[in-house]
């Protein structure tokens, strides 16, 4: 059965591609159905460009959980085994609270701002029996609705809180929409599913074109970054809508700050952190370096008084005992006050973490400050290691 469900502060955006199960309380035959076949459902979905949110299984998927260690690296895999998230997570934000006793296990879609709410499409999970080719068959219906929806674009002009006076869960409503499509004769479904991968596959594309556009606009710059994983964009690695949101509560509880461990050979580590690295050009490591070694804090403009400092910091990252001439004018450039140069810098270390893990966690290794005022490392200095001070 379909309606429409109405929500109030949401503390994230939604998601137009994000299919989200949710049910009032735990229905053990449902819930069992859905574990059992998760991945062909997970599988199922993702071919037609949709998301499909199960929370209780949120950490059983390998990409999620890299998602997840992006935005928390200090949860470890003990943690998030024996977190259970719920699916009434969602309906705690209805605008009218008193109706969640009526929404029966659904799947949640297509959002749609309307003034200071947010509006989903439902669809009631009806399905009779746990034979793998029911269940195939039932969220395969479902899924050709979502498309055809997000497609159209059109919503129904009744809206879930008055729906819900006649709302029965189980219940054939014929003014409702209740999808009625089968295998067999509906080749439109693997058409508009292949169409929906095919349209993802081009943005995919056009996306990773654009990260090499940049990419060789930096090189012509002469800051370029040298990593392995170019292509695993921080964009993809975000959390994102319901996803984010669920795991707020856990996060909350685990989150720490990690130190900040610096080789003798001045890598950059973040033990506490699953010792994760972070990769910078040596340029701006040697930037990097001079800060740490100034904590009171640096005025930008200023940067020339420690000319003599920074040449030895890029002679120990690039391993020069004479610096070449095109280092030395790269240094120039980088304390003349009128090119904005020390900006650029300041941006790439910030990309650098960034690209490690998420910027609520990034920012504490920043290097900021207020214009014509001082710049310093955001770090506590007690976070601070060296490894030299433990020869």
């Known amino acids: 059965m379909r309606y429409s469900v109405a929500f109030k502060n949401l503390p994230f955006e939604p998601e137009k591609r994000q299919v989200v199960y949710v049910e009032n309380q735990y229905d053990e035959r449902i819930n069992a159905v859905i574990k059992r076949n998760y991945e062909q459902i997970k599988w199922t979905f993702k071919q037609a460009n949709l998301d499909f949110v199960y929370l209780p299984m949120f950490f059983n998927d390998e990409e999620t959980k890299e998602k997840i260690l992006y935005y928390a690296p200090y949860l470890t895999s003990d943690i998030m085994e024996k977190v259970e998230l719920r699916s009434v997570h969602l309906l705690r934000y209805m605008s009218h609270i008193e109706n969640k006793e009526k929404i029966a296990p659904s799947l949640l879609f297509a ?147 990690s130190r900040l461990y610096i080789t003798d050979d001045h890598r950059l580590f973040l033990p506490d952190y699953n010792n994760m690295e972070v990769v910078m050009a040596p340029q701006y490591k040697a930037v990097y370096l001079l800060f740490l070694s100034h904590p009171e804090g640096i005025i930008l403009k200023q940067l020339e008084t420690y000319h003599i400092e920074l040449e030895n910091r890029f002679k120990q990252v690039f391993g020069y005992k004479v ?9 120039n450039t980088l304390e003349y006050p009128g090119n904005n140069q020390i900006s650029v810098v300041l941006t790439r270390i910030r990309e650098a973490f ?7 966690l990034a920012k504490n290794y920043l290097i900021a400050g207020r214009a014509g005022g001082l710049y310093k490392l955001q770090l506590k200095e007690e976070l601070i290691e060296f490894e030299e001070e433990y020869e």
């Open 323 to 331: 610096l070449p001439p095109k280092e030395v004018q790269r240094i």
């Open 111 to 257: 959002p749609k701002k309307d003034e200071d709410e947010w509006v989903f499409q439902g669809q009631t999970i009806e399905i009779d029996g746990d034979n793998t080719n029911t269940v195939k068959l039932w969220f395969a219906n479902a899924i050709y609705d979502i498309v055809e929806n997000l497609s159209s674009e059109q919503t129904s002009e009744r809206r879930y809180d008055e729906d819900l006076d006649d709302f029965e869960p189980g219940s054939k409503n014929e003014l409702l929409y209740e999808p009625q499509v089968e295998y067999s004769s509906t080749p439109s479904l693997w058409d508009r599913i292949e169409e929906e991968t095919r349209q993802y596959k081009k943005s995919c594309i056009e996306e990773n074109d654009e990260s090499r556009s940049n990419l060789d606009k930096i090189r012509e710059e002469d800051v370029g970054e040298i990593i392995a994983d170019l292509e695993r964009t921080v964009k993809k690695l975000r959390l994102m809508g319901m996803s984010l949101t669920s795991i707020y509560d856990l996060i909350e509880e685990n989150e720490i700050i």
């Open 354 to 360: 960034e690209r490690c893990i998420d910027k609520h």
